[in-house]
Each structure stands twice: as C-alpha cells, then as structure tokens.
C-alpha cells in the first residue's frame, strides 16, 4: 500500500520559514517523480515545485527563489523549503508522485497539510 506523509506545516508570520516533509512508502521511491502542490480556499489546485527522478527541479514562477524541493533516495523523502513566506502562501499543500521521468499526472497524493501565513 502506497503511502505518502506530509509533515512540517504550521502557522508563521510573513518573511518566516517553513519546511514540509513527505516520506513515502510502498513505492520503489527513486523510480517516483515527486511534486508538492498546493490549493488555496476557492482557487484550483496549482504545482508548485517538481523534481523528476534524476533530481532536476522545476517552479512556479510565485515561488521561484524562495522556494527550493529536494529528495532523499536513501530515505525516501522529499523536501519543500519554503523561505521569506508570503500570505498568499496561505494553502493545504500536497505532495504528490508518479511513475515516471517528470511528474505530470500524479499516481499517488499525500493527504495534505495546512500551511498559513499571517501578515
């Protein structure tokens, strides 16, 4: 059973930091392309960072330079760092993973977690 975990979120004021967690099981992890995505209240799901399965990354253009995702083969994690947070941070983020190259339509989503931003 594909499970994926999310840990890290929480409430920090604007400029702060954060950084989520997602550890995966039952996937063969490295063979995963990865992605955090996230949804804010009455808007649509949205990718915010990706990392295929040889560790290139790409971003939305809202998070780049703030924003950094990494993986752990070794211990099947991926990591978003988030930096100089903003309230339009605000959202419940996702990670996400799929069986191939670059993530595109995910095979499996973590269950989410809150991340607020007050100004």
């Known amino acids: 059973q594909v499970q994926l975990v999310e840990s890290g979120g929480g409430l920090v004021e604007a400029g702060g930091s954060l950084r989520l967690s997602c550890a995966a099981s039952?996937?063969?992890?490295?063979?995963?392309?990865m992605g955090w995505y996230r949804q804010a209240p009455g808007k649509q799901r949205e990718l915010v960072a990706d990392?295929?399965?040889?560790?290139?990354?790409n971003y939305v253009d809202s998070v780049k330079g703030r924003f950094t995702i990494s993986r752990d083969n070794d211990k099947n994690t991926v990591f978003l760092q988030m930096n100089s947070l903003k309230p339009e941070d605000t959202a419940v983020y996702y990670c996400?993973?799929?069986?191939?190259?670059?993530?595109?339509?995910?095979?499996?989503w973590g269950q989410g977690i809150q991340v607020t931003v007050s100004s």
């Open positions: 996400a993973a799929q069986r191939q190259f670059r993530i595109r339509v995910p095979d499996y």
């Open positions: 990392i295929t399965i040889i560790g290139t990354t």
């Open positions: 039952g996937v063969i992890f490295r063979a995963n392309a």
